[in-house]
């Protein structure tokens, strides 16, 4: 299966001003970091509770609850070295998609993988695997909090998540895997805020999936290997 179909997608970025996450009970929400309210103001805007029942989930990060492991380490280095039990629970790498399942009771298939810069096509590449496994849809979901203080490089926020299926309907986009390519075009450019976000390249996707926008015959996933080579996808649906 090379070609994966967009039925709806939802981007979110530090200029839309918080997440309201609305999926999240309003309890629950308050005691989410920022990085699973962003996952969660995406997954609500692009799919409904009862849709989301229905697709397995593949959540992308680079850095996980960096945030979070920032502010524990700092109580364990002041006052009496005790940890927050609510921070501690939620600093767990699969946080966000835990709190998905418990707002949104989904007992189906949810995996989060990291990959650093290589997380965007660790992602495509497992929620294809699902698709072709039988999965009659994916929720893909990327996102990265901002990098906190004193870790560098600083770089902002951004989530995406994508409804994912293997047949082509109205309105959706294709996009068809190409693979490891030698001939991989330049990376396609980002704002100044995020160039230094592993997931940059799940920007310049949604930037294609846009009403409107250019067919992609090959846009790039990752940088280079160390063999010159880099993961590429094909925007080239729109109907």
Not at 116 to 135: D, I, K, Q
Request: glycine share 8%; net charge neutral; with cysteine.
């Amino acid at each position: 299966m090379s070609t994966l179909y967009v039925q709806a997608w939802s981007l979110w970025t530090a200029e839309q001003g918080p997440p309201r996450a609305e999926l999240l009970p309003p309890a629950q929400r308050r005691r989410c970091s920022l990085l699973s309210r962003m996952v969660a103001e995406v997954v609500g805007a692009t799919v409904d509770a009862a849709a989301l029942a229905r697709h397995a989930i593949v959540c992308g990060t680079g850095y996980g609850e960096i945030a979070t492991t920032v502010e524990l380490l700092a109580m364990m280095r002041e006052g009496d070295g005790l940890l927050s039990p609510i921070r501690f629970a939620g600093s767990v790498h699969n946080a966000p998609a835990g709190q998905l399942a418990i707002a949104a009771g989904h007992r189906g298939r949810s995996t989060t993988v990291s990959a650093g810069a290589h997380t965007v096509v660790a992602v495509w590449l497992e929620a294809m695997g699902l698709l072709a496994a039988g999965s009659d849809a994916v929720l893909a979901v990327l996102a990265d909090e901002p990098m906190p203080a004193p870790l560098q490089p600083r770089h902002d926020g951004f989530a995406l998540a994508l409804s994912l299926s293997r047949q082509a309907t109205a309105g959706s986009v294709g996009v068809r895997w190409l693979g490891s390519r030698r001939d991989a075009p330049a990376a396609a450019r980002v704002p100044a805020a995020l160039q230094a976000n592993p997931l940059q390249s799940a920007w310049s996707l949604a930037q294609a999936l846009a009403p409107g926008a250019a067919p992609q015959p090959c846009l790039r996933l990752e940088p280079d290997d160390e063999r010159g080579h880099a993961h590429c996808v094909a925007v080239e649906r729109h109907a």
